[in-house]
């Protein structure tokens, strides 16, 4: 189980946690100027990185709140 | 030495090229070199033949999915599972045994009843079995009202079942190798270039390119400069030691996320959801396998005196809809078969039918077309969350 450290509760096991997928995904600053591709990639495609990645979390037993850490996804290795 | 197949070095251009040598990769070779002709073909592997999911997967066969376009092409990999050992002449220890997916609350009940109508009307064997009729089949399974997630209830599909999965990657590797296809281990693709890859073992010309990566099919395409909406996750597996026969079917349940069936020498193979975070490392956290066995003890009661011999995990490629990605790429000569995610075990033969014939005649596959990358962008979704039996 990982260990993850919320930045408001501290280190807490993965348990307490839902995890949000890649990090600084900016919803479309004017959606309906968007093509069908733009929407696509907005939408669905998303970084798929072996090696650090930037994602979120959301503390659902803890503090209730979102936050972006790095994560190594072949090590599993977390930092800030 | 009398090998399964050679060991060739590779030759400086092949007609095509497909990258990974799992499953799916050496079905691919075998039919495009049986069903098409085309034997100029290398399988690239970056580790040794087999070794990635297709080494990690619990070998569950089945094509009870929900929509037209999944039941054809999973019922179309059924089909040629029935015949392939006398196809490959090579045995695979197929055993049709059924499949049932446990309903425990009425969203699942009225699910699985829609389910097994659907899959009638597309020519899928499938019934709708009571708690009591699911005990008759199945003694071990406690249908007691008291439990957490009671049993209310099981779509059974009797032609599914399960395989010895190394078997499978034996038989089609030989198969393919008898037809002249070159199998290459240890060399990894590193690179592309117009027509050809760059690999750990040189330069290597190709007519077309064809992705058979699973887990690892986002680093490829960055490579070539497209992005594909999949997300590579952590999926866990266990073994228990061998035990006398006590499961003589499939039991699968959504809802609390267990399935298990007992292989030919004696051990339960027991799978769960994926792990919710992106991950590379074939291996996943402990939660997730406790969380699998309380659900299976509270289930089978019988299980609580097994042991877990061994855990490990693949690396499964989940797409939006959880239904495969099959056809061209935005790459000219480059083609993609991933997105399998957490079921691409059952659809070996058939994915390789269907790819194999993507790949040799340059477009899609009558029945790859609703699984086209463009998809994503029409909005033509092929939802299969429902039936595809593992919770992501």
Redesign the interface.
Known sequence: MLSIPCPHCGDRDETEFHYGGQAGVAYPADPMTLTDEQWAEYVFMRDNPKGWFAERWFHTAGCRRWFDLERHTVTYEIRR | MNTLWRNPDPKPTYDVVIVGAGGHGLATAYYLAKNHGITNVAVLERGWLAGGNMARNTTVIRSNYLWDQSAAIYEHSLKLWETLEQELDYEILFSQRGVLNLAHNLPDVREGTRRVNANRLNGVDAEWLTPAEVKKLVPIINISEDLRYPVMGATFQPRAGIAKHDYVAWGFARAADRLGVDLIQNCEVTGFETNAVQTSRGRIGAGRIALCAAG?T??LA?QLGF??????HPLQALVSELLEPVLNTVVMSNAVHVYVSQAHKGELVMGAGID??????QRG???VIENQLAAAVELFPIFARAHVLRTWAGVVDVS?DASPIIGRTPVDDVFINCGWGTGGFKATPGAGWVYADTIANGRPHPLAEPFALER????ALVDEHGAAAVAH
């Open positions: 690892h986002s680093i960055a992005r594909l909406p999949l997300q590579s919710a975070y992106n991950g590379y490392g956290s402990f939660h939006p994503f962008t029409s909005g």
